[in-house]
């Protein structure tokens, strides 16, 4: 709880050092956006596209850094404990401003973020080799009773992680081990560091033809993978969309958060970006501020009760 206090301290003497005239005038200095993951997935390209935007747009340096580690808690907290200045941007996954704030030992304060707007929606897989000895997530769950499967995710206290787990707890299975990666890729499986893999499609999609699809993790079936049934479909009740939007530490004026939204909606209404979508099955598009907190908060209770029922105290 101490963490958390000194979240919302910093926060408030930054706001209360900044002036209005300073803000009039956003962005007077570079504008750095941090995605807390390696480069090359979709939030990563979307972001640059942004970054670029904003940088034309405003004639003011922007760039996108990337802070992987702690599966994605090293970028969640950069983000989190920044001077609420509109010159740090987060572009996080669902994740970071919902589980990363639950449980005793959270590094970031559940009020320590506000919401841009969402823009992304990832197609998320569960994976396989296409050699595997099993092709659907009842009989990976059948297999597992006798047979050790390994599962390489993003971080287990991340949402598609935990969905999986509980996924194959519901259908009588279990992973005998877990390992976290920075990058879930066709490596990760070739390379025989996992069994099976949740990851975003992009990351597979030079591989896809030498993979088992065994379920998406998304509210409806991609177009990238039509006969591929989605989790929810599978087990009722988790039908989930594993989303990526931009955030902006608590108590940026609102003049700010206006100006970022406007820039990544450009892009967001771009033929590039829209391309980018259909050659992925992502769904890229725009939720503003108020939206996005109400996602948040219905993510927030689905999640604490799946880590409920997954025994999840950490």
Same mark, same amino acid.
């Given at each position: 709880m101490k963490k958390m206090h000194l979240l919302g301290a910093a926060a408030g003497l930054a706001l209360a050092a900044m002036t209005g005239t300073a803000m009039a005038e956003y962005p007077e200095k570079?504008?750095?956006f941090i995605v807390p993951w390696p480069p090359g997935d979709l939030e990563d390209v979307l972001t640059r596209m942004i970054a670029e935007e904003m940088q034309n747009q405003t004639g003011v340096p922007a760039a996108v850094v990337n802070k992987p580690g702690g599966g994605g808690v090293?970028?969640?907290?950069?983000? *989190?404990?920044?001077?609420p200045d509109g010159y740090t941007v987060g572009s996080f996954v669902v994740g970071i401003p919902t589980i990363k704030t639950m449980g005793a030992d959270a590094q970031i304060a559940p009020d320590a973020l506000e919401p841009v707007g969402i823009f992304l929606t990832y197609p998320f897989l569960i994976a396989?080799? *296409?050699d595997a000895p099993y092709s659907t997530m009842q009989e990976l769950a059948e297999h597992s009773k006798a047979n050790d499967v390994r599962l390489g995710h993003f971080g287990y206290g991340l949402e598609p992680t935990l969905l999986t787990f509980k996924a194959m707890a519901d259908l009588g299975g279990?992973?005998?081990a877990e390992a976290a990666f920075d990058a879930v890729d066709c490596s990760t499986l070739s390379n025989g560091d996992a069994d099976v893999i949740n990851t975003t499609a992009q990351l597979v999609l030079s591989c896809l033809g030498d993979l088992k699809v065994l379920a998406t993790i998304t509210n409806e079936r991609t177009a990238i993978t039509p006969d591929v049934p989605t989790l929810g479909e599978v087990v009722p009740g988790l039908d989930v969309t594993l989303w990526n939007g931009l955030f902006v530490p608590k108590g940026t004026p609102q003049e700010v958060k206006d100006k970022i939204a406007a820039v990544a909606q450009t892009v967001i209404a771009s033929d590039a970006a829209q391309e980018i979508a259909s050659t992925t099955g992502a769904l890229v598009y725009w939720k503003g501020a108020e939206d996005s907190a109400a996602q948040i908060a219905s993510d927030m209770q689905?999640?604490?009760g799946v880590r409920e029922a997954l025994g999840v105290t950490e």
């Open positions: 570079p504008v750095t090293v970028g969640g907290v950069e983000v *989190a404990t920044a001077a396989t080799k *296409a279990k992973f005998s689905m999640l604490m």
